[in-house]
């Protein structure tokens, strides 16, 4: 996971919320429903602190239940019957086999979304992560090439509350950016422009979406990156604030180039600036020390926009460093992408198993981070 580089000054915590409140209250890992009286999870085992100092957080869209492997037509995430991965046996409510008691994994290690055929999101803890820090929010209306929403944020690993704060911030941009649509009317670069503000709203509310939903009185305050593009015909408006990225991957048989739309907030992105080489840029010391990243300690979290028109057939990706860890330049991603697209067979790829490609590959790399991959057909 990314880190900030240094601390910054205390922040004011604000009210904190009532501690009687009576909605439903779940778990900070799994997002599970749990009791106000309860010590640990049933459904993923982690340990829960009391209502009163806020590690229980109150479910309210657009965080909504912990995500797993399949969608409902409204692309929320909703729970499916799973196997043991040991025995094969029902997995029970609580998480456990109830044929040979095994714990199974929780669905936030791994899941999916697809909101449309054309739109897809994977999100996997990665090999070597005790838990994912990382989550996707998409949306897309049916139509192809129409218009699609990717998000992905990664949370910042010297927090507890990590995990819950990059799952408020990607649904919760997603939500802005779902209902911040532009009229139709002016030129493309006034519609641009009015994407591109409504991408600084997502983040303003995402950034105050980690602040409500973590535990305000943790030494290390939750915080997470931030990466989102909105895909409307032949235009993609994208922003980013952190180290996850958007890419403008077109097919390789187009001729084009692929490229890095978004630029990193980072100590070695700075280090590139100054002229050292990228690979040994981002191999370098500090190399993942971010310099902006949404939260409660952050000084400055307004991401940095950009547009750019579409004239090719391909892909826009969003990522974390899960993936682009292991393929930083543009052009690699190109020929990655064309690769993988070869070994699923015959015809364009579709976005879901592409996705789920390029985690698997992320994972047999390493898999040293959590891997995020979202993406939209053009």
């Known amino acids: 996971?990314?880190?900030?580089?240094?601390?910054?000054?205390?922040?004011?915590?604000?009210?904190?919320?009532?501690?009687?409140?009576?909605?439903?209250?779940?778990?900070?890992?799994?997002?599970?429903?749990?009791?106000?009286?309860?010590?640990?999870?049933?459904?993923?085992?982690?340990?829960?602190?009391?209502?009163?100092?806020?590690?229980?957080?109150?479910?309210?869209?657009?965080?909504?239940?912990a995500p797993t492997e399949t969608l409902t037509e409204d692309t929320r995430v909703t729970p499916i019957a799973r196997p043991c991965p040991t025995c094969g046996g029902v997995v029970g409510t609580e998480g456990y086999c109830e044929t040979c008691g095994t714990k199974a994994p929780v669905p936030r290690d791994h899941y999916t979304e697809q909101p449309a055929s054309w739109v897809a999101a994977c999100c996997d803890r990665g090999v070597r992560?005790?838990?994912?820090?990382?989550?996707?929010?998409?949306?897309?209306?049916?139509?192809p090439g129409s218009r699609a929403v990717?998000?992905?944020?990664?949370?910042?690993?010297?927090?507890?509350?990590?995990?819950?704060?990059?799952?408020?911030?990607?649904?919760?941009?997603?939500?802005?950016?779902?209902?911040?649509?532009?009229?139709?009317?002016?030129?493309?670069?006034?519609?641009?422009?009015?994407?591109?503000?409504?991408?600084?709203e997502a983040a303003t509310r995402a950034n105050e979406a980690v602040i409500a939903s973590t535990d305000p009185a943790s030494p290390n305050a939750a915080s997470c990156t931030f990466a989102a593009a909105v895909v409307e015909g032949d235009t993609v408006v994208y922003g980013n604030a952190g180290d996850s990225r958007v890419y403008w991957i077109p097919d390789r048989a187009s001729g084009e180039d692929a490229a890095e739309l978004s630029l990193d907030d980072s100590v070695a992105q700075v280090r590139i600036a100054l002229g050292v080489p990228r690979e040994e840029a981002e191999n370098g010391p500090q190399a993942h020390a971010i310099?902006?990243?949404?939260?409660?300690?952050?000084?400055?979290?307004?991401?940095?926009?950009?547009?750019?028109?579409?004239?090719?057939?391909?892909?826009?990706?969003?990522?974390?460093?899960?993936?682009?860890?292991?393929?930083?330049?543009?052009?690699?991603?190109?020929?990655?992408?064309?690769?993988?697209t070869h070994e699923l067979g015959p015809g364009p790829a579709e976005p879901l198993p592409l996705a789920q490609a390029l985690v698997r590959w992320a994972n047999d790399q390493g898999g040293k981070d959590n891997v995020s991959v979202a993406l939209a057909r053009h």
């Open 1 to 65: 996971m990314t880190e900030p580089p240094a601390p910054a000054p205390s922040p004011d915590l604000g009210p904190a919320p009532d501690p009687a409140s009576t909605e439903v209250a779940r778990c900070p890992v799994c997002l599970s429903e749990v009791r106000a009286e309860e010590s640990f999870c049933e459904a993923c085992g982690a340990p829960l602190r009391s209502a009163t100092n806020h590690a229980v957080h109150p479910a309210a869209d657009p965080v909504p239940a």
């Open 129 to 143: 992560h005790t838990r994912n820090e990382d989550a996707t929010a998409v949306a897309a209306d049916l139509a």
């Open 150 to 200: 990717l998000v992905v944020c990664d949370g910042v690993s010297t927090s507890t509350d990590s995990d819950v704060a990059s799952l408020a911030a990607a649904r919760t941009a997603r939500h802005v950016l779902t209902t911040r649509r532009s009229g139709g009317v002016g030129t493309d670069s006034s519609r641009a422009a009015a994407t591109a503000a409504a991408i600084v």
């Open 291 to 340: 310099t902006k990243w949404l939260g409660r300690d952050s000084t400055d979290f307004s991401p940095r926009t950009g547009s750019v028109r579409l004239s090719a057939p391909g892909w826009v990706l969003v990522c974390s460093d899960g993936l682009w860890n292991y393929v930083s330049e543009a052009e690699n991603l190109q020929t990655l992408v064309a690769d993988l």
